[in-house]
């Protein structure tokens, strides 16, 4: 029988079993390299929700309440849509999950007003083997209203004053188109809290009608922030028309009424010595129009000729003021005569005149 020699022996003795223990290495390593990838470990992450409306219908979430939470918030505290997420699963699937999706996003529909519970992951599109294992705040209250469309009128806002002697009213401003439509909840919009106004328009020192392009619209009364404009470029497609008007006005006084002939053409002259005169015009011209007749500055000059002692009534070229005395916003058409103003006239007798000297 042959042996094997001692030292060939000894060589398989010692380089087999170090074969034998690398591979067992090896397959150790590889076991437990598979075993901590796929064994359960749970990982805390941020997210967001948004919750919409499932209906067919035209709806809107008006309100989203937190109901139960830890740690982001209170309840009845308003639901941001941040959350925190506890998600479970194999080690190397959260690890590339967290690679792949460092924001989380979510989208969770609401069939109806109620209590929903945030645990559910019908809200994100999570790999295979991942379950959500709990969620804070873990459930919200909602409220789902119907979505409408009402027509408001628009109101011009304007602040300061034209210029002196033009007034602006209601009737003068017009928002142009008249009406726009607003889509919001219909618990917002059913009463008439919700109005649209115009930007201010600055009207001071204005002496032209004019016409504002690209009027920003406002929304006003509406606390929840839902209504909106339909379309959007609504807000900033209006225009306001501007219509002056002259804001005068009337004043009455008694003014005395002169003759004057031309020189080296004596005159017998009969007729009035007054007459009450009306003007119109803004209130600082009128006043100064007042204080000059009372002072004797205002007064009406009649050009007298020869009537042959008949009556005539002069026409509105003959009647005529001193310069400066009218204001000069006050015209001649704006002036209005109680009475027509009659004299007769005719030449005195040089003869006669120099008998009764």
Do not use: C
């Amino acid at each position: 029988m042959n042996k094997t020699p001692l030292n060939v022996r000894m060589m398989e003795f010692f380089f087999g079993n170090t074969r034998n223990k690398l591979t067992s290495m090896v397959l150790a390593i590889v076991v437990w390299a598979y075993a901590f990838g796929n064994t359960g470990h749970e990982e805390i992450r941020e997210a967001v929700i948004r919750l919409e409306p499932s209906s067919n219908q035209e709806q809107i979430i008006v309100r989203q309440k937190i109901s139960d939470s830890r740690l982001m918030g209170q309840p009845g505290d308003a639901f941001s849509g941040n959350i925190r997420m506890t998600l479970s699963g194999p080690r190397n699937v959260l690890a590339r999950y967290s690679e792949e999706s460092p924001q989380i996003i979510g989208t969770l529909f609401v069939e109806r007003s109620g209590l929903i519970q945030l645990r559910s992951g019908d809200a994100f599109d999570l790999p295979a083997g991942l379950t959500i294992q709990s969620v804070d705040p873990s459930s919200i209250e909602v409220e789902v209203d119907a979505l409408v469309r009402v027509q408001r009128e628009v109101r011009p806002i304007i602040k300061g004053q034209p210029a002196t002697g033009y007034q602006i009213t209601s009737d003068n401003v017009k928002a142009v188109p008249k009406t726009v439509t607003l889509v919001g909840p219909k618990t917002v919009l059913e009463g008439d809290q919700v109005n649209v106004l115009s930007r201010e328009i600055d009207v001071s020192g204005l002496s032209d009608s004019k016409t504002v392009e690209s009027v920003e619209l406002l929304i006003t009364g509406d606390d929840s922030g839902l209504v909106k404009f339909d379309p959007p470029n609504a807000a900033s497609s209006g225009q306001v028309e501007i219509t002056l008007s002259q804001n005068l006005k009337e004043a009455t006084a008694e003014v005395s009424v002169r003759y004057v002939v031309e020189e080296g053409v004596p005159l017998e002259i009969n007729g009035d010595q007054s007459v009450n005169v009306t003007v119109r015009g803004i209130e600082e011209d009128i006043l100064q129009w007042k204080e000059n007749v009372e002072e004797g500055r205002f007064y009406l000059l009649v050009r007298a000729i020869d009537t042959n002692g008949t009556s005539l009534n002069p026409s509105a070229d003959q009647v005529f003021w001193v310069d400066g005395s009218l204001p000069a916003r006050i015209s001649r058409e704006t002036m209005k005569f109680d009475k027509i103003i009659l004299y007769s006239a005719k030449k005195i007798d040089q003869n006669r005149e120099e008998q009764d000297r």
